[in-house]
Structure formats: C-alpha cells, structure tokens
C-alpha cells in the first residue's frame, strides 16, 4: 500500500539520457502525472531545440510546465517554485504519487528544499554589470562568477549572460553568493520526495548528445531558430541550440561550426548537471538502460511507510 503521505519522484539526471521515456513509464504506472522541471521546455516558441516531447509522449500521460509560457514573459526559479507547489497540491488530491522530471537541477531543487528570499538589487550594479558585458564581454564575467560562486558556476549556463549577471548582481548586492539563498534546511512539504536518477558513462552521454543534434538539425532546429531570429536579444533565448545558430545567422560561424557548437555546448551543459547531481546524495542511481519495471518496483518499495 502507498504511502499515506504523498510522493514526488524526481528523475534527474544528464540532458539526452532518456528522462523523457523513463517518467512516462513511471507515471504510467502509477495512473500519474509528470511536472517537467527542464527550465528550456517552458517556452512554447521553443520546441524542436529544446526536446519537447513529441505529441504522442505529451498524450501519453498529463504534462504538465510544458511549454506553458512565452519567450516573452519573464519567468525565473522563483516563479516555478511557487506555481510547481501549487500545482502539486492540486495534483496529489487525485494521485497518491507524482513525477517530476528534468535536468534543470536548480528547478528541482526550489520545488523540493525551497529558496530564500533574494535581496534587492540596486539598479546601479545592474547597470554597472550591464556596461561591463558591452566593455569587456562574458568571459570577464564568467571568471568574476567563477571567483564569487564556484557552486553555482559549475550548474548555470554561462554563456547566458543575463543569468551570470543576475548571480553577480545578487552577489553585489548581498555580499554573499546566489548559491547561498538556496535553502540549506528544506522547509516543510506536504509530501515525501524520492530522487531517482538516470546515469551512463560520459561516452555514451556524449554520444547520444551528438545524434540528438543531428536529430534536431533534421528535424528543422535550423528554420527554428530563423523564425526566432529577431528576438535573440530574450534571454529565454540565451541557450545551447540557438545562441550558435544566431551566430551562424549573423555570419560570425558556419552553418558547419554552429552544429558543431551546439554539440560541443550540449556536452559541456552534461557535464555541469552531472557535477551539480553529484552533489546531492540523496540520488538513487540506475544506469539509462534499466528496465523501467525496476525503478517502479524501487518507488514501490521506497514510497510505502
């Protein structure tokens, strides 16, 4: 019998590693639903770079943050965890179990240990940080990130520059790093939390990271980022698959270059999640290849008191 408190699985684990397939399995299972916790699947403008789930996936099981909001609305972490909560109370009035599923590890560490309060920010460091970029450009402040938060610098995408400058502002403001307004005590939540997390040998990662792109590049991923091409200024917008193509469209790189950045990105993106994972000990490891039938019977057992 399940437990009488109600359980979020969170799958977790590396961009490419099979998530998708594995959450749905589970929530099948359980006659669940899945909360996608990957902060580039928000975006309705965004679908083929981002490895939405195809329509078939998607009417498998209920979905749900899937590309629910708009290139054009700001939507941080903060936001997430408050409209996630919400939606999880609702949800578990029907279901004694819930997948949430994703590689943003930020994300699904707000919905599960909570955050602080982030300061106020002056608009002058905002400003000065802003005239910085145009001066000097990302890599000084990638390494300013690096010096004052080597925690969150390891999971963030760097190369987007409004999130660097959105940890060096709050680092300015505060004196203290952003990664030190995660909570370091979870708060209470009205229900249990299980990690299960999908792992493989970093060849193999990489090398489904290399056909996924091919993949997407087939799919359309290039008539994709054309049609976004005018808003690349959005910081939904600053992440691997479009940020190379923009280059390519301004005639900076190749179209060969860029296909091969958005791999060589991706990749490194794999990397910073599995250091950001490794980092929680509370992760039940399987490699991708395990029968969905095991975990089931792993959550069964976990989630009965």
């Not at 679908?47 to 498998?60: F, N, Q, R, Y």
């Not at 029907?94 to 602080?116: I, N, P, Q, R, W």
Request: aromatic fraction near 10%.
């Amino acid at each position: 019998m399940l437990a009488k408190i109600p359980l979020l699985v969170c799958l977790v684990g590396p961009t490419a590693i099979g998530k998708t397939t594995m959450a749905i399995a589970i929530a099948r299972a359980f006659s669940s639903a899945i909360i996608s916790a990957d902060s580039r699947q928000f975006f309705k403008e965004m679908t083929i770079g981002t490895a939405v789930p195809s329509v078939d996936e998607l009417a498998s099981v209920p979905h749900y943050f899937i590309q629910n909001k708009s290139i054009f609305e700001a939507y941080n972490v903060g936001d997430f965890e408050r409209e996630a909560l919400d939606t999880l109370s609702q949800l578990f009035k029907e279901h004694s179990v819930l997948v949430m599923a994703g590689g943003s590890g930020l994300y699904v560490d707000a919905v599960v240990k909570g955050l602080d309060n982030f300061p106020e920010v002056p608009v002058e460091i905002r400003d000065q940080l802003n005239k910085e970029f145009k001066e000097e450009g990302i890599s000084a402040l990638q390494t300013a990130l690096k010096k004052a938060d080597p925690l969150y610098y390891e999971q963030v995408d760097i190369h987007n520059q409004h999130r660097v400058i959105r940890a060096l502002e709050i680092y300015r403001a505060s004196g203290k790093p952003f990664s030190s307004f995660l909570r370091k005590e979870q708060p209470e939540r009205p229900f249990n939390t299980l990690y299960v997390g999908l792992s493989a040998e970093r060849s193999i990662i990489y090398d489904r990271i290399n056909m996924r792109v091919d993949e997407m590049i087939h799919a359309g991923l290039i008539e994709e980022a054309k049609a976004l091409y005018e808003y690349k200024e959005l910081n939904a917008l600053q992440t691997v698959g479009y940020r190379e193509l923009f280059l390519y469209f301004d005639g900076k790189i190749s179209k060969e270059t860029a296909i091969e950045e958005i791999k060589k990105n991706t990749r490194r993106f794999a990397k910073r999640q599995g250091t950001w994972f490794r980092k929680n000990e509370n992760i039940h490891w399987f490699e991708h290849t395990v029968d969905p039938k095991e975990i089931i019977h792993f959550i069964k057992e976990k989630g009965t008191l």
